[in-house]
């Protein structure tokens, strides 16, 4: 593991690039237990930031490892909760997906990915009344959440309204 290497996931992670395949290349290595144990906390935005590079790929079973990893870690986190929802989602599995993030919502609806995971979930099965009906119950609470006006709207635009 090069200081570089570790330089170069952190530019990418800071600056919200998603370069999918590059991190997973570059991170797929760092994964193992003996390698992240030489990482310290610096090993937790990592795992987390290849666990989404590897769902954007298609990379099942490294980013199920990266979950894993952090659920142990941090078991009732909500951003861990959302990555095994984001996995279901990318292993084809939407009506399980929508049911943990209902799950996710009983436990704190004021759960703002949990709720934005559940409409983009909806809009990806062609329910887009059902997720505008959710971005909405959203933004009634969370009325100043950008990304949420963003995709009400371009699931406005995409229909023409």
């Known amino acids: 593991m090069s200081a570089e290497t570790l330089a170069r996931l952190a530019t ?8 999918s395949e ?5 991170g797929a290595p760092l994964v193992s237990t003996s390698a992240r144990s030489k990482l310290g906390d610096a090993q937790w935005p990592l795992l987390e930031q290849v ?8 990379q099942l079973r490294l980013a199920t490892t990266c979950i894993a990893a952090l659920d142990t870690r941090f ?25 943990w ?4 919502l009983s ?24 997720a505008v009906g959710e971005l909405v119950k959203f933004l009634d609470t969370m009325y100043a959440d950008a990304d949420g006006w963003m995709e009400l709207a371009d699931i406005y635009a995409s229909v023409s309204q």
């Open 12 to 19: 990418l992670r800071q600056r919200g690039v998603r370069a």
């Open 22 to 26: 590059e991190i997973v290349q570059l």
């Open 51 to 58: 666990a989404l590079a590897a769902l954007d790929i298609g």
């Open 75 to 99: 078991p009732d986190s909500p951003r861990v909760s959302a990555l095994q929802g984001v996995a279901l989602e990318a292993a084809g599995r939407p009506e399980q997906a929508l049911q």
């Open 101 to 104: 993030y209902d799950h996710m």
């Open 107 to 130: 436990l704190d609806e004021s759960n703002g990915v949990a709720w934005k995971r559940k409409a983009a979930c909806l809009r990806s099965l062609g329910r887009v009344e059902e």
